[in-house]
């Protein structure tokens, strides 16, 4: 019986299933210029590492994409003023800059990740932090102040009316008198661009650290305290124009250095990120990616440079850091995108955080540690 039932499965098997297959190889043979491109367009966009969302990612995504090459490097770089005090009420300009395939709205709209227990956790202690540490009295009261808090964030998380752009709702509400602006710029939509398509001309870190300059000084940015805050690539074009300005030597921008009095970092590569070393065939690697590979000369001679003004006391200001310690799922498979070390600026405070690359830089709420450092650096500081 058994055998029976097995032979006349066997036999449906082959009537329907085999027919269907041959069906799809002629399928396959018939089409297979249109499937291999349709696989390289996915490869293509599957490494592009873009976090441009919606519709409006969409559009500008497309929109570069039309974009022929010319001579000159494309112009890519915005400014937007989101919220400005009045004139002769400036205490202080607070200016962000997002990373690579990031925007205004994306990068810095408001988190909405819920770890209870998700802190900062310091990486450069104090002498007496290292050698004598807490006493555990004051552990157990910092704990219970920590579950305190804890509740009290997760309580005012669920009343408070969501952000898109936490920079410009919330600052103007806990740093009063402050200029809130935002620096923004496209990136290449392939950072791996496959061979068969067109190279872009883009513009590298100091070309477009200069263009961000000219914008600046249209604002009168530098005759105020200056607080920077960088996330990933921002970072170090914030480090670029502080060090071109100084080097150039021009009297019209020594007010960006002179006047910054904070920085605050979140997750900077300042010596490269590993996962821009990645070379895959039929693939080059855009001017963005090569100028973060890992331990890129020149990013190690702008940091260098960047120490030697806070050394040389050129450069006085508070400086903070924040890098993630949690994978970024990317598409297919989770990455480190900035490295612990990376991100260690070497100077200032160094927190890690178990966040992704992404959420690193979108605080819950007002009263969450990642956006209540940058208050507390900008009210200390200005």
Not at 24 to 34: C, D, E, G, I, S
Not at 194 to 205: E, S, V
């Amino acid at each position: 019986m058994k055998v029976r039932l097995v032979a006349t499965y066997m036999v449906l098997l082959v009537r329907l299933v085999l027919p269907a297959l041959i069906a799809a190889y002629r399928a396959v043979l018939r089409n297979q210029p249109k499937l291999v491109a349709a696989v390289f367009a996915f490869i293509a966009n599957s490494i592009s590492l873009s976090s441009l969302s919606g519709k409006a990612g969409k559009a500008e995504s497309e929109q570069l994409l039309l974009q022929s090459s010319s001579g000159e490097p494309e112009r890519c770089v915005t400014c937007d003023v989101l919220h400005d005090p009045g004139t002769g009420a400036v205490r202080a300009d607070v200016i962000f800059i997002h990373g690579l395939h990031g925007s205004l709205y994306n990068t810095w709209r408001q988190g909405q990740w819920k770890e209870a227990r998700v802190k900062a956790v310091p990486l450069r202690h104090s002498i007496l932090d290292r050698f004598f540490g807490y006493s555990s009295q004051v552990q157990e009261e910092e704990q219970e102040q920590e579950d305190e808090d804890v509740n009290q964030q997760d309580q005012d998380q669920d009343q408070q009316e969501y952000s898109r752009c936490w920079p410009r709702d919330w600052l103007p509400l806990d740093c009063p008198g402050v200029r809130v602006i935002a620096l923004n710029y496209t990136t290449d939509p392939f950072l791996w661009r496959p061979l068969w398509m067109k190279k872009r001309n883009r513009t590298c870190l100091l070309q477009r650290s200069r263009e961000m300059m000219e914008h600046l000084q249209k604002l009168g940015v530098g005759d105020h305290p200056i607080v920077w805050v960088g996330h990933s690539k921002g970072g170090l074009f914030v480090k670029q124009m502080l060090v071109d300005a100084f080097e150039r030597d021009n009297e019209p921008l020594t007010g960006l250095y002179r006047n910054t009095k904070g920085i605050m970092f979140y997750s900077v590569p300042h010596s490269g990120s590993a996962c821009a070393d990645i070379n895959l065939p039929l693939l080059r690697q855009s001017v963005e990616l090569t100028e973060v590979q890992k331990d890129c000369p020149g990013l190690l001679e702008l940091h260098t440079k960047f120490l030697s003004m806070v050394e040389s006391k050129e450069l006085q200001a508070e400086i903070f850091s924040f890098t993630e310690t949690v994978q970024t799922f990317m598409r297919i498979l989770y990455i480190q995108i900035v490295a612990v070390e990376s991100a260690d600026a070497g100077i200032g405070q160094f927190y890690g955080v178990p966040l992704d690359h992404r959420n690193i830089c979108k605080p819950t709420n007002r009263q969450c540690f990642l956006y209540k450092e940058l208050t507390n650096l900008i009210n200390q500081t200005v």
